[in-house]
């Protein structure tokens, strides 16, 4: 048996084992296909599908149509036969070419500018729900149909990004999900967060980023924006979601490992608390605070603000700009700017950081990070480089710092459309 099957019978395993009516129900997955079958299916699609593809739709096809509902087992996607999955490729596609033509961008037939927004080797094999803002993970075909494909998160015309080095890696981490948490809340009509990715490839990575930040902060006294006693505890998981459980949309997993670091800055010490790109990391009942205030009208937040660069003018002018998918988690000391996450439906591993700089915000801030890691990453580099000691000290120019920036940052920048 190999590893991606013995993932998927552990995850099916699991769910019998603690049935729902609502959300997890194993019955609405359709039996597998042949080789033969899959084979004839996918023959007239412009790549060949990795091997492992082929393997998941011989174990099942996928969700019977119009259960759905019930098949959100998979990072809270369901499922998508092979039929709907090649009516979705091609859906997109079509969607993909017309956005294409309606912004005047690349007409030719080369398709690694368009790639931005679509690639047409992309190939959907799990989905949301959600039909306005429908979020896929997916696979990357090729010309040789190798065995082990990437694994991208996409939500179309906003970001993606690679979460998985293979499909085996992404069943293997959702069984360990399932079967490390005795208290999973699959069967609550309630429940947003299903369970914990906290051990994938990704998160790692942010996680080693925090820990270089941390050492640097401990053996550096004398640095200009940050010191370690200006760092808040971090929150348990347990926490965190019970703070965040009245949020109308979900935390990315990036930004709850964020808060088990650290819970942002100390009241009083945002001069000393400025940890990443000299912005203020905000506390998490900081940053509900100020997300609560901008994402609620104009007549009921101006009576709860005590933020002293804030009078009933500006207020409601950012009232009427603040999109509810945003959620702040970094200020700068004057109130002129923040850093944001995007909030989503559901639960998913990561988000874009966007920089929304009031003075000349349009609704469409610039992607400043493709994720929190890559940020993280990004400060941790600059941290080692000496950026942030005091100015006679520092020996990194500012050509030094644009380059390791943009290492791990998308360029050119895009900008984020709901």
């Known amino acids: 048996m190999s590893e991606l099957i013995h993932a998927l019978n552990r995850i099916v395993n699991w769910l019998k084992n603690h049935p729902s009516e609502k959300y997890a129900s194993v019955d609405v997955l359709q039996p597998g296909l042949s080789y033969e079958e899959i084979d004839r299916r996918v023959a007239d699609l412009p790549f060949k599908l990795p091997k492992e593809v082929y393997e998941l739709y011989q174990w099942r096809n996928g969700t019977c149509e119009g259960e759905e509902e019930r098949a959100r087992f998979f990072n809270g996607l369901f499922f998508l036969s092979l039929e709907a999955a090649l009516d979705k490729y091609e859906e997109l596609l079509e969607e993909f070419e017309d956005f294409i033509e309606?912004?005047?961008?690349?007409?030719?037939?080369?398709?690694?500018?368009?790639?931005?927004?679509?690639?047409?080797?992309?190939?959907?094999?799990?989905?949301?729900?959600?039909?306005?803002?429908?979020?896929?993970?997916?696979?990357?075909?090729?010309?040789?149909?190798?065995i082990y494909p990437d694994?991208?998160?996409?939500?179309?015309?906003?970001?993606?990004?690679k979460e998985f080095n293979s499909l085996a890696e992404m069943m293997l981490l959702i069984a360990k999900s399932y079967e490390s948490k005795?208290?999973?809340?699959?069967n609550k009509p309630t429940a947003k967060y299903f369970y914990q990715?906290?051990?994938?490839?990704?998160?790692?990575?942010?996680?080693?980023?925090?820990?270089?930040?941390?050492?640097?902060?401990?053996?550096?006294?004398?640095?200009?924006?940050?010191?370690?006693?200006?760092?808040?505890?971090?929150?348990?998981?347990?926490?965190?979601?019970?703070?965040?459980?009245?949020?109308?949309?979900?935390?990315?997993?990036?930004?709850i490992e964020l808060y088990r670091w650290g819970n942002g800055t100390w009241k009083g010490e945002e001069l000393y608390g400025r940890f990443f790109n000299n912005y203020t990391f905000l506390s998490l009942e900081a940053a509900l605070e100020i997300y609560n205030l901008y994402a609620t009208s104009w007549l009921e937040s101006r009576y709860r603000t005590n933020l002293p660069y804030l009078n009933d003018d500006n207020l409601r002018w950012r009232n009427l700009r603040w999109n509810k998918r945003w959620f702040p988690i970094m200020e700068d000391l004057d109130g002129k700017g923040l850093l944001v996450i995007v909030l989503n439906q559901q639960q998913i591993e990561t988000s874009p950081i966007l920089d929304i700089f009031w003075e000349d915000i349009?609704?469409?801030?610039?992607?400043?990070?493709?994720?929190?890691?890559?940020?993280?990453?990004?400060?941790?580099?600059?941290?080692?480089?000496?950026?942030?000691?005091?100015?006679?000290?520092?020996?990194?120019d500012y050509e030094a710092v644009k380059c390791i920036r943009q290492k791990y940052q998308e360029i050119p920048m895009r900008v984020w459309r709901e």
């Open 102 to 146: 309606d912004d005047y961008l690349v007409e030719s037939k080369d398709y690694s500018e368009k790639s931005d927004f679509w690639d047409v080797m992309w190939f959907p094999l799990f989905c949301s729900i959600f039909i306005d803002e429908p979020s896929f993970y997916l696979v990357k075909g090729d010309s040789e149909g190798n």
């Open 151 to 161: 694994i991208f998160y996409s939500n179309p015309y906003d970001y993606h990004c």
């Open 182 to 186: 005795a208290d999973l809340q699959v």
């Open 197 to 255: 990715m906290s051990s994938s490839r990704n998160l790692t990575n942010l996680n080693n980023a925090f820990d270089r930040i941390l050492i640097y902060l401990e053996e550096h006294e004398n640095l200009n924006n940050a010191r370690f006693e200006s760092l808040k505890f971090g929150l348990s998981y347990e926490e965190i979601i019970e703070k965040i459980k009245d949020l109308p949309l979900c935390f990315p997993t990036e930004v």
């Open 362 to 396: 349009d609704g469409e801030p610039d992607i400043i990070y493709p994720n929190l890691t890559k940020m993280i990453q990004a400060e941790a580099e600059l941290y080692e480089a000496g950026y942030y000691l005091p100015r006679k000290n520092r020996e990194i």
